[in-house]
């Protein structure tokens, strides 16, 4: 695989899904575990900046769907990404610190560089997944664009952004949002499908 390329997973069960699904040359590649939720993924992301030196970073795993546009069982690449979940509660929402103007050093939304296959638009990181459709319904108010509901993002993002690192992110749905109940969910489709967006995305001289 194209050494100038990282690949980070969040969780084991998403790299397990993944690496027993792709070619034996893009397994052993770049893939790093960036940890589970927006902190970890976030350090993770900026220490592994830090020490190699990488072209583009592509974050792949599994989502929840907010929007009829975003399908279970279908993967997304998405245009950008935002996070719920830190700032100032103000009204029943949540006033960011960049809008509040006490850091400006990262903007609310963060742009992702595009890949091949279809877009989901705005990716949504929380700091706790959706429990229950109440949950989801009170984010779609913040957050009307959102189709999506994850938990790294954002912080993958703001560490390549703050490193100047273009970041692509690749989300398979896995769920509706604020649906618990793991029988109704399709994660190995899902990642299927985020496997299959992944090979396409890769260099074509890569050998298959």
């Keep these: 695989m194209d050494s100038q390329t990282l690949?980070?997973?969040p969780t084991e069960l998403e790299r397990?899904?993944?690496i027993d699904n792709l070619p034996s040359d893009v397994a052993s590649g770049n893939i790093e575990l960036c940890g589970f939720g927006p902190l970890a993924s976030a350090c993770r992301t900026m220490q592994l900046l830090c020490t190699q030196s990488f072209q583009r970073v592509?974050?792949?795993?599994?989502?929840?769907?907010?929007?009829?546009?975003?399908?279970?069982?279908?993967?997304?690449?998405?245009?950008?990404?935002?996070?719920?979940?830190?700032?100032?509660?103000?009204?029943?929402?949540?006033?960011?610190?960049?809008?509040?103007?006490?850091?400006?050093?990262?903007?609310?939304i963060l742009e992702l560089a595009s890949a091949a296959g279809p877009c989901g638009g705005l990716l949504l990181t929380s700091c706790i997944a959706s429990a229950d459709p109440t949950t989801n319904t009170n984010r779609q108010k913040s957050f009307p664009a959102a189709t999506a509901e994850e938990m790294e993002g954002f912080g993958v993002a703001t560490a390549c952004y703050l490193r100047k690192v273009p970041l692509t992110i690749l989300r398979g749905i896995s769920n509706q949002c604020g649906d618990r109940d793991?029988?109704?969910?399709?994660?190995?489709?899902?990642?299927?499908?985020?496997?299959h967006m992944l090979l396409s995305n890769l260099p074509d001289d890569r050998i298959r």
């Design 58 to 108: 592509i974050l792949c795993g599994i989502a929840g769907t907010m929007s009829p546009s975003t399908k279970v069982g279908k993967a997304y690449w998405f245009s950008q990404v935002s996070m719920d979940g830190i700032g100032i509660e103000q009204s029943g929402s949540v006033l960011s610190g960049h809008r509040a103007g006490f850091d400006r050093s990262v903007p609310d």
């Design 182 to 195: 793991k029988a109704n969910w399709k994660i190995g489709e899902a990642l299927q499908a985020v496997t």
């Design 16 to 18: 397990g899904y993944l």
């Design 7 to 9: 690949i980070l997973i």
